[in-house]
C-alpha cells in the first residue's frame, strides 16, 4: 500500500512507526495544493480561520511530495491512524502516483471534504486571514512558514505557497 503525503506528512516521520519500507518523492497529476481548508482550532478560530492546506483537483496540476509504501501488515494500523491524525472530514481515496524514479503507482491520499472551507477567497483575502489567525497550535503565519520551510527541505517548488508568501510580504506580514 502507498500513501501520498503532500502537507505535514512529508516530514515529520511518522512513517517510522509502521516499518515503512519505501519513501519517494512524488507527483500527483491533475492536483494542487491550496490554502483553502479553514482551520477553526488548531491555527485559528472560528471568527478567524486560518488557511491551511488541502489538494484538490485543478487541470494540468501537479502536486509534488512524498509516497510513502508500506507492507500489507502494516495496512490497518497505517490506516487508523491517518484517519485520527487527519481528523473528521477527511476521506481517503485512491489516487495513481508519478514516483521520482518514474515509475507509476497506485496509491491512497487523504482528501478534505468537510464544511470548513474558504470558497470564493482571492489571494489578498487569504493572506489577511493568514496574518490574523491564532489558534491552539499557533498562528496562521507560523502555519505558512513551517509548510514552506517543510517544502524547502524536500527541494519542492510550490507556486501556490510562493504566491501566498509573496502577498503577505506585501502586505507587511513578514
Known sequence: MWIFGYGSLMGDEWEAAFRCIRREKACLLHHERAFTKASTVNWGT????????????????????????FDADSVDAVLAYLQEREGKGFERREVVLKLENGETVKGDCFFYAGANVL??????EIADLVLTASGKDGTG??????VKRELDTMEIRDKATEALLKVMQRKGGL
Open 46 to 69: 472560528k471568527l478567524h480561520p486560518a488557511p491551511t492546506l488541502q489538494v484538490v483537483p485543478r487541470d494540468g496540476g501537479v502536486c509534488h511530495g512524498v509516497a510513502f509504501e
Open 119 to 124: 470558497t470564493d477567497r482571492n489571494l489578498d
Open 141 to 146: 503565519i507560523e502555519y505558512v512558514r513551517a
